[in-house]
């Protein structure tokens, strides 16, 4: 076993996420093995309360830092990590002008590659120990990004890239070897990726139709099937972001009550579906989120970088689907979640169109980590792993932040008067700077990746 003594965040399933933080200044968390041997939280608590429990237990004294739970990134692409900062107008021509000229060097296993072991480092470096991430169409970059991740022992969910229409034919879906067309030798590719990865390790597979403008019916078909045989795969996709990007949709499938309805029309929305964005919704696409049990990934900083919209908070509690916070790197500025936090907080307290809000802290926070993990069916219900928080039994993947990393934030949090003044100091003025550990749980043991 092994034992951290800190201030301790972590969250209270039962409470309302808008107050569900749990803090002690002084504590103790206690990893140990669980029966499989992967490494989880045996304890937590008051250091006060829990240290007579283990007498001789080694333990690693960190004055003056804070230990939280590995953040979530539910929705990131990995091949546009370096063209994050594209000056473009709007979705479709940065689209056009920088991602698909990147994403097309994925075809290459040796670029992958190289580009996976940037993209995981960068991503523990900020703090972010479980993501959902884009890929290419080219099973090159899917392999690439698995292998990464598995070295790692990190958690990540990924899958091939289905589109095989409406985008450079460099970036489209290929046809196979065998004389199967294009739509069909993709959907062979993800079943393979599907069956080799999924559940490997820590390692999960997603059914990607990339968006249904880029997709043919026969494709969603397809992934649709693919999603009905394989339940415990998740299925990722991006839906209402941009209004040019929704009548696309619309004049394609006009058939589909609305944009998001055509996913559903194809099978694609159930318990571990998660759309990214989910700005421009009515009623109607709000109580189908609900219903199906498919969940929003919201992009603050890469909405508000493309002028794309405000996610409406209100509304979404209402009809009470789940949602949780992504980068949505390259779109998004930045892998940090706390630069994704304070997004989310502006892009709460909008109120043209939609209700402003101020969003507390504590659910910030929780948007990142434990509401994240809840999205993705990863917190621990149904024997199912638990992540995104430090609970006896979660996986111990946890971050070690300096509360003191800059001038400014030392002198801010030394004035907090209560944990919400914390956190949210945190949130604004902090970054990959504050990360000073990355912890991510062992098959064996703990050992801290990429200290900075
Ligand atoms: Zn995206």
Redesign the pocket.
Known sequence: MKAYRAALLRFDPAADPRQAAVYEADGLLVLGPDASGAEVVHDVGAWAALAPRYPGLAVEHLPGRLIAPGFIDM?V?FPQLNVIGSPADGLLPWLENHTFPEEQRFESPAYSAAEAEFFLDELLRHGVTTALA?ATSHPASVQALFAAAQQREMRLITGLCLMDRHAPAALLNRAGPAGTDATEQSLIDSENLLQQWQGVGRLGYAITPRFAPTCSAAQLRGAGELAARYPQAWIQS?VAENHDEIAWARSLFPQSRSYLSTYDDFGLMRDRAVY?HCIHFDAEDRALMHATGAAAAL?PT?NLFLGSGFFDYASAEQAGFRYGLAS?VG?GTSLSPFHTMLGAYVVGRDGRGKAGLSLTPQHLWWQHTAGAAQALGLDGRSGRPAVGNLLPGCEADFVLLNTQATPLLARRTARAANLDELLFALIVLGDDRVVERTVIARSARARPVGPR
């Open positions: 929705h692409h884009f991006h990214a992009c890469s949505d779109g």
